[in-house]
């Protein structure tokens, strides 16, 4: 066996509707693959090294992140972990749940991913959040170690991320706009905030409060117990009609017929839950009282304790963010790192036609996709495949060149994003049919759908390798 090793420093850090947190990662890169065959380079250890404290999310007022005191935090937490931006490879800021939403979000996320090093990138989305957090509870390796279906319920303070891993395989995900700072109140129990999405909640529900109420126990478990109704209602196999009615804008019910056996909780409700908290009015929220009501909705599943509960979304981004292409990866100019690059993933009829030399289907496609999206370029996403003939190679390469040259400008590079280990030999024709000034770049092992964006960073273990991110920017009304 090859013992060709590098590490890479990764960092995550999770800026949520309730908390801020930050976590540091050594992720082992390994050439598997024996002596005399085709390098097989992926991740094969992941460390957390450092882990923040959890912060309360700075807030200027609702409708606003304190960016400077977030990145006071972050500053301060890299001095605590020893480590300065130059020293990071690789990682991800991500902004989650009401986050998301303030209208200073996109400003923050980028400052914040241009200050904490020359590959992290910034990223938001609710069905994004809700993977990473599933494979940052260790629900994914779960459901593949046991053959198992299993769900994570990630439960913060303005959504609820929900992910369903069979075999290790994402199955499905979806996120609703509930979670424990709903609603709020003082240490008279007075309600001094009510959110929209309460105020849905409540509609649906009939469920009456108002702000400035004295809120009895009573009152508060049944507005937590509607909270923890639609949570439920999400993991039916089709969704009910108050898991819909809370659905967030940009997310899609979840759509898994395979039935779940195992529920996971994360997130900040998680560690109520899991302790069995007895104060419910214990953080002027309705987080203790949902991690109380969840008990009574686990009937006919098993409940299995993550690996992380009110961090897994950001060990997830830190630790699960970044893969590796570097099994037969081609690429003629180091013009790396590449930020927030479209992908368009063909349609499997279009490759198809490819292979035969036809790109006609293909050029409408990615014709279509940069009208939809306003973007000059895109990674073209090949499913590829695992065997592949001579002439089916010539016949793709020649139809990617004919794609590049009807839809993208001369000086933009060529850059193939393949899911099975064909990119250095499809990198390598293309090379010898193109002029030479041309930037081509062929990834493999990458599996991505249209909409994702990549960034892929500078290369490792002497260029045989280079970390890439697949990942959504959504940010919400």
Same mark, same amino acid.
Not at 155 to 184: H, K
Not at 290 to 315: D, K, M, N, S
């Given at each position: 066996m090859s013992t060709e090793k590098s590490e890479i420093l990764s960092v995550g850090i999770d800026i949520g509707t309730t908390t801020t947190s930050m976590i540091v990662s050594r992720l082992g890169i390994a050439n598997t693959a024996a002596s005399y065959m085709v390098p097989d380079i992926s991740i094969t250890a992941r460390k957390i090294v450092y882990r923040s404290e959890v912060y309360r999310t700075?807030?200027?007022?609702?409708?606003?992140?304190?960016?400077?005191?977030?990145?006071?935090?972050?500053?301060?937490?890299?001095?605590?972990?020893?480590?300065?931006?130059?020293?990071?490879?690789?990682?991800?800021?991500?902004?989650?749940g009401e986050s998301a939403r303030k209208e200073n979000a996109r400003v923050i996320l980028e400052s914040l991913s241009?200050?904490?090093?020359?590959?992290v990138v910034s990223t938001a989305g609710p069905d994004l959040e809700s993977i990473i957090a599933g494979r940052g509870a260790g629900t994914e390796d779960f459901s593949s170690r046991y053959s198992c279906t299993a769900a994570n319920l990630?439960?913060?303070?303005?959504?609820?991320?929900? &992910?369903? *891993?069979?075999?290790? +395989?994402?199955?499905?995900?979806?996120?609703?706009? $509930?979670? !424990?700072?709903?609603?709020?109140?003082?240490?008279e129990h007075r309600i001094t905030y009510m959110s929209t999405s309460f105020a849905v909640?409540?509609?649906?529900?009939?469920?009456?409060?108002?702000?400035?109420?004295?809120?009895?126990?009573?009152?508060?478990?049944?507005?937590?117990?509607?909270?923890?109704?639609?949570?439920?209602d999400a993991l039916r196999p089709e969704s009910g009609?108050?898991?819909?009615?809370?659905?967030?804008?940009?997310s899609?019910?979840?759509?898994?017929?395979?039935?779940?056996?195992?529920?996971?909780?994360?997130?900040?409700?998680a560690d109520c839950y899991y302790r069995c908290e007895q104060d419910l009015f214990r953080y002027g929220d309705?987080?203790?009282?949902?991690?109380?009501?969840?008990?009574?909705?686990? &009937?006919? *599943?098993?409940?299995? +304790?993550?690996?992380?509960?009110?961090?897994?979304? $950001?060990? !997830?981004?830190?630790?699960?963010?970044?893969?590796?292409?570097?099994?037969?990866?081609?690429?003629?100019?180091?013009?790396?790192?590449?930020?927030?690059?479209?992908?368009?993933?063909?349609?499997?009829?279009?490759?198809?036609?490819?292979?035969?030399?036809?790109?006609?289907q293909a050029v409408r496609e990615l014709n279509w996709f940069l009208d939809q999206s306003a973007a000059d370029n895109a990674g073209i996403g090949l499913q590829g495949k695992k065997q592949l003939g001579y002439h089916e190679l010539c016949c793709l390469a020649q139809a990617v060149l004919e794609m590049d040259g009807s839809v993208f400008a001369p000086s933009k590079p060529l850059i193939i994003i393949c899911e099975n280990d064909m990119a250095k030999a499809l990198g390598q024709v293309i090379r010898r049919k193109i002029r030479r000034d041309k930037?081509?770049?062929?990834?493999?092992?990458?599996?991505?759908r249209s909409g994702d964006y990549v960034d892929i960073g500078k290369t490792v273990m002497d260029g045989a390798a280079v970390p890439v991110v697949v990942k959504t920017l959504i940010f919400g009304a």
């Open positions: 700075p807030l200027d007022n609702r409708s606003r992140l304190d960016g400077d005191r977030i990145r006071e935090i972050i500053r301060a937490e890299y001095g605590r972990a020893g480590i300065t931006p130059s020293d990071v490879d690789t990682g991800a800021v991500i902004i989650t241009s200050f904490a090093g020359d590959f990630d439960i913060g303070g303005g959504t609820a991320n929900i &992910a369903v *891993f069979s075999c290790g +395989r994402l199955l499905g995900q979806t996120c609703l706009d $509930v979670g !424990g700072r709903l609603l709020e109140y003082d240490s909640l409540a509609r649906e529900t009939g469920i009456k409060l108002q702000i400035g109420q004295i809120l009895t126990q009573e009152q508060l478990l049944a507005a937590a117990q509607a909270v923890a109704a639609a949570i439920f009609h108050l898991a819909r009615t809370m659905l967030t804008a940009s899609h019910p979840l759509a898994v017929s395979e039935p779940i056996r195992y529920v996971s909780f994360s997130g900040g409700v309705l987080g203790p009282a949902i991690a109380h009501c969840l008990h009574e909705q686990t &009937a006919g *599943f098993e409940v299995i +304790r993550p690996r992380e509960t009110i961090r897994a979304t $950001v060990v !997830g981004a830190g630790t699960y963010m970044t893969e590796v292409s570097g099994s037969t990866i081609s690429y003629s100019e180091d013009i790396f790192p590449i930020r927030n690059l479209h992908v368009f993933a063909l349609s499997g009829q279009a490759e198809q036609a490819m292979y035969q030399g036809d790109a006609q930037c081509v770049i062929c990834l493999d092992r990458i599996r991505v």
